[in-house]
């Protein structure tokens, strides 16, 4: 069975800070990682996919990174500003399209 | 561009009530449906996916149901409310089982 943990639980940085959010997953035959991040109270915004046979997808301040052999994914965010205050959550693809989600880094930029 | 709905943005139902929530995806055709729901201290769950009208897969054993009447129409149901049953319900489409999936506004619950 699928387990996906997520690394800090929380983080406070101040702005401009390049900052690194890990998740690790159980089971290496996911079929893609997705990335997304949860405003309080809303529903959530899709940032980046990885499909399996891929090693990074970039887009932006945002660069994310999968080594399945490992079970690791890492969210890389450059010169991080306020409004990328968050909780961040990563998740694995099974064929079904069936993701399978960490609880979240909750990520706190300060000005 | 394609747009997700759900309503209610919020419900309060007594323990024992009937629940239907609802979920429309526009300006795609045969898309893949998903219903999370979000629990207070847990992470996200997978409810139940769709691949088409009619097709229904459940991943866990639970008080609900889902139902597609309708290529771009997603109902969770409940015949019972429980407690336990409360939570942050997210409808999700995705144009294929391994693209990326769009989430809708959500319904927060609240079972009394």
């Known amino acids: 069975k699928q387990e996906v943990t997520q690394i800090p639980a929380a983080l406070s940085v101040p702005e401009g800070e390049n900052l690194v959010l890990n998740c690790s997953f159980t089971?290496?035959?996911?079929?893609?990682l997705q990335w997304f991040r949860q405003d309080p109270g809303k529903g959530l915004t899709s940032l980046l996919l990885i499909q399996s046979s891929q090693r990074e997808q970039t887009s932006g301040r945002l660069n994310a990174s999968l080594d399945k052999s490992s079970g690791r994914s890492t969210l890389y965010i450059a010169a991080s500003q306020p409004g990328d205050s968050a909780t961040y959550l990563c998740a694995g693809g099974g064929s079904q399209g069936n993701l399978i989600f960490g609880k979240g880094t909750k990520l706190s930029v300060k000005p | 561009s394609q747009t997700i709905h759900q309503w209610p943005a919020t419900l309060v139902q007594p323990v024992g009530s009937p629940l239907s929530l609802e979920c429309t995806v526009e300006g795609t055709s045969n898309p893949n449906l998903y219903w999370y729901r979000q629990a207070a201290g847990r992470g996200l769950q997978l409810l139940f996916y769709s691949v088409g009208i009619g097709q229904i897969s459940s991943e866990v054993p639970q008080n609900l149901s889902a139902s597609r009447p309708q290529d771009r129409q997603f109902i969770l149901s409940s015949k019972k409310l429980l407690l336990s049953d409360s939570g942050f319900y997210l409808c999700?489409?995705?144009?294929?089982?391994?693209?990326?999936?769009?989430f809708g506004p959500g319904t927060r619950l609240l079972v009394l």
């Open positions: 999700a489409w995705s144009k294929g089982p391994r693209q990326t999936q769009y």
């Open positions: 089971d290496s035959a996911i079929y893609n």
